[in-house]
């Protein structure tokens, strides 16, 4: 067995889509990025590339190279469980949290957890996503953005 952790922020900024999850989430704002910014599902990437010791997200897919400009995150999750498989191994569980103060996403964690476990080819029952928020404090509190973390067990297939 082995563990890997990730984190990620994204600013939010107007004229953008906010996509969590795989999900397209109802805002007035959406996260700034080189792809489609979904900080949850790049928190996971990491967290996976993180438990293989093969770096980050942006090792792989860097925001200098143009064939990521605005990509889908999913698509991008789904080359890293590629890799993922190619090392022997597979998803035991995730768990992860997204902080932001607005908005309410209670109501579309259930379409999230169907995407990424749909995305990782494992049960639901593996995969927890948790929204947060930071009381009005930092970052995600301030709504200047919207932070996500991920912790996988992954083990040998």
């Known amino acids: 067995m082995r563990i890997g952790y990730g984190y990620d922020v994204h600013k939010l ?4 889509k906010l996509i969590l999850g795989g999900v ?3 805002f007035h704002k959406g996260l700034a990025g080189h792809s489609d910014a979904d900080v949850l599902i790049h928190a996971i990437i990491d967290a996976i590339l ?5 770096g980050d997200i942006g090792q792989l897919f860097p925001d200098t190279d143009s064939t990521f400009k605005n990509i889908d995150s999913r698509i ?3 080359k890293v469980y590629g890799i993922l498989i190619e090392n022997g191994y597979k998803i035991g569980n995730l768990d992860s949290t997204i902080c ?18 749909e ?12 929204a947060t928020t930071e009381e009005k404090l930092g970052i ?7 932070t996500a ?3 996988v067990l992954i083990t040998r297939v």
């Open 50 to 54: 993180g438990a293989i010791a093969m």
């Open 24 to 26: 397209n989430i109802p």
């Open 149 to 151: 973390s991920a912790v």
């Open 140 to 146: 995600s509190g301030s709504e200047k953005g919207i």
């Open 119 to 130: 995305d990782l080819h494992t049960e639901i029952s593996n995969i927890s996503i948790k």
């Open 76 to 78: 991008l999750l789904r």
């Open 13 to 16: 900024v107007e004229k953008r």
């Open 100 to 117: 932001a103060q607005k908005p309410k996403l209670k109501d579309f964690i259930t379409e999230m957890r169907e995407n990424v476990s």
